[in-house]
């Protein structure tokens, strides 16, 4: 069983000693620049100077520097830019900054994991993940509490990487919930599985899947859109507030014995070994390249993709429904 950390584990007094650099100020980082300072901590900035992140900064009461301004000024630089670009951020912007007695931060380890960044060893490389968006993180901060965290330590130099880590954790109130150990490696592996076969790729595909054998079966297709898409929030917030076991319990008799009898035809064995070869290709890095090629190319066919499904009739179909939704309309 994996290792959990509290408020009693961390002392938010040695994060109150460095200055932090926050390097892009989007969801993530927005959410954890403003928990710090609300801490106590000192929060430098760093954002692009003209785009909207820029100007929220600047509303939010920081004055954005740029990255290598920010790192240079900083003791721990956490790099919250996405996972494409942190590369070139950090050898343009960091890399020359870093010395001994300073820490590099992440919240996903994709870029160390797969060695696009590869840290001076005279400094501490540590991981906070918030299991949550940064607008959840910021939400339960004000409320007092905390959105659980990973926690994971990738390089030690100073011997004090994991209570730094513990103590950047309990500034954003995650000691509150429970800090779960790590590797940087189990979480981007683990992180990249549930994204692609379950969270994003398997759910989708699903729900595309029960929606095209609906329509082409003749339904409607603003019916089938109800029936696999629409209703697949009540079923996710059950599970996710009551467990598999709970959900089961909470809708009718039918649904849970279609459920018992039905699901395993739909994922097979064959889907599980599905899931073993991605898993595999993760884990040998074949992905990583892969996506950091597609990257590099100007993304052909990423574009592409996403253009085919855009294009895909429940798309259409749901745009219209949503309109009937009035909860769903912003004010």
């Given at each position: 069983?994996?290792?959990?950390y509290?408020?009693?584990?961390?002392d938010l007094?040695l994060?109150?000693?460095?200055?932090?650099?926050?390097?892009g100020?989007?969801?993530?980082?927005?959410?954890?620049?403003?928990?710090?300072?609300?801490?106590?901590?000192?929060?430098?900035?760093?954002?692009l100077?003209?785009?909207?992140?820029?100007?929220?900064?600047?509303?939010?009461?920081?004055?954005?520097?740029s990255?290598k301004?920010?790192?240079?000024?900083a003791?721990?630089?956490?790099?919250l830019?996405?996972?494409?670009?942190q590369?070139?951020?950090?050898?343009?912007?960091?890399?020359?900054?870093?010395?001994?007695?300073?820490?590099?931060?992440?919240?996903?380890?994709?870029?160390?994991?797969?060695k696009?960044?590869?840290?001076?060893k005279e400094?501490?490389?540590?991981?906070?993940?918030?299991k949550?968006?940064g607008a959840?993180?910021?939400?339960?901060?004000?409320?007092?509490?905390?959105?659980?965290?990973?926690?994971?330590?990738?390089?030690?130099?100073?011997?004090?990487?994991?209570?730094l880590?513990?103590?950047?954790?309990?500034?954003?109130?995650?000691?509150?919930?429970?800090?779960?150990?790590?590797?940087?490696?189990?979480?981007?592996e683990t992180?990249?599985?549930?994204?692609?076969?379950?969270l994003?790729?398997?759910?989708t595909?699903?729900?595309?899947?029960?929606?095209?054998?609906?329509?082409?079966?003749?339904?409607?297709?603003?019916?089938?859109?109800?029936?696999?898409?629409?209703?697949?929030?009540?079923?996710?917030?059950?599970?996710?507030?009551?467990?598999?076991?709970?959900?089961?319990?909470?809708?009718?008799n039918?649904?849970?014995?279609?459920d018992?009898?039905?699901g395993?035809?739909i994922?097979t064995?064959?889907?599980r070994?599905?899931?073993?070869?991605?898993?595999?290709?993760i884990?040998?890095?074949k992905?990583a390249?892969?996506?950091?090629?597609e990257?590099?190319?100007?993304r052909?066919?990423?574009?592409?993709?996403?253009?085919?499904?855009?294009?895909?009739?429940?798309?259409k179909?749901?745009?219209e429904?949503?309109q009937?939704?009035?909860?769903?309309?912003?004010?």
């Amino acid at each position: 069983m994996a290792r959990i950390y509290y408020d009693k584990d961390a002392d938010l007094n040695l994060l109150k000693e460095k200055k932090v650099a926050i390097i892009g100020y989007g969801i993530q980082g927005r959410g954890q620049s403003l928990c710090l300072r609300d801490s106590g901590i000192n929060v430098i900035v760093s954002e692009l100077e003209g785009t909207v992140n820029y100007e929220l900064a600047k509303k939010d009461g920081f004055s954005p520097l740029s990255a290598k301004e920010a790192s240079a000024a900083a003791d721990i630089i956490q790099i919250l830019t996405e996972d494409h670009v942190q590369k070139r951020v950090y050898k343009e912007a960091i890399e020359s900054n870093l010395k001994e007695g300073k820490a590099l931060c992440f919240s996903h380890g994709f870029n160390i994991r797969f060695k696009q960044i590869i840290p001076p060893k005279e400094v501490d490389v540590f991981m906070i993940a918030p299991k949550g968006p940064g607008a959840l993180v910021r939400k339960m901060f004000e409320e007092g509490k905390g959105v659980p965290c990973l926690v994971a330590v990738y390089q030690d130099a100073s011997g004090m990487a994991l209570k730094l880590a513990l103590s950047y954790a309990k500034a954003l109130k995650a000691t509150t919930a429970g800090v779960i150990e790590t590797t940087f490696q189990e979480e981007t592996e683990t992180d990249l599985f549930g994204e692609q076969t379950v969270l994003c790729g398997g759910v989708t595909e699903l729900i595309m899947a029960g929606f095209d054998t609906l329509t082409n079966a003749g339904y409607q297709p603003e019916i089938a859109y109800f029936e696999v898409l629409h209703e697949l929030k009540l079923i996710t917030d059950l599970i996710q507030e009551k467990g598999i076991s709970g959900m089961r319990r909470c809708v009718s008799n039918t649904a849970c014995y279609g459920d018992l009898t039905r699901g395993k035809k739909i994922i097979t064995k064959q889907t599980r070994r599905q899931m073993r070869k991605i898993l595999k290709d993760i884990r040998s890095a074949k992905f990583a390249r892969e996506w950091i090629s597609e990257n590099e190319k100007g993304r052909p066919n990423f574009n592409k993709l996403l253009r085919e499904a855009d294009n895909h009739l429940i798309e259409k179909v749901g745009k219209e429904l949503r309109q009937m939704m009035p909860w769903m309309r912003k004010a």
